[in-house]
């Protein structure tokens, strides 16, 4: 939600006079505003409890706690195929003959 949109809630958070020269610094360095780095972490705060940001994301959440494999990329699926497939004739002991020396 951007500013000024509908159904935006607004808030009032403090910050110490050096973690806003930080933000402040960083919202430069990105060429972004402050409100789009508070969406930023305030999406990566939902994402790191699980929450879903969208309706998009739960679906794909569900999806993948129903067991179907539809919230995987397929193209991860297949490197970590292609990963074990070459790894596993690497990692195969080696057999030792049973001539006497």
């Known amino acids: ?18 973690t806003f020269d930080k933000l ?6 990105q060429m972004l505003s402050l409100q789009d780095l508070a969406d930023e972490a305030f999406m990566d705060l939902l994402e790191k409890h699980g929450v879903p940001a ?3 994301d739960a679906l794909r ?3 993948a706690e129903d067991g179907d494999g539809a919230g995987k990329p397929a193209r991860k ?4 195929l292609d990963y074990k497939s070459r790894n596993q004739s690497k990692h195969k002991p080696k057999q030792r003959s049973r001539t006497s020396a």
């Not at 699926?77 to 970590?80: A, F």
Request: glycine residues 12%.
């Open 1 to 18: 939600m951007g500013r000024g949109e509908q159904g935006a809630v607004r808030k009032l958070i403090a910050f110490d006079e050096d």
């Open 24 to 29: 402040k610094q960083l919202g430069r360095d």
């Open 54 to 56: 969208d309706l998009k």
């Open 61 to 63: 959440k569900s999806a």
């Open 77 to 80: 699926r297949k490197n970590e």
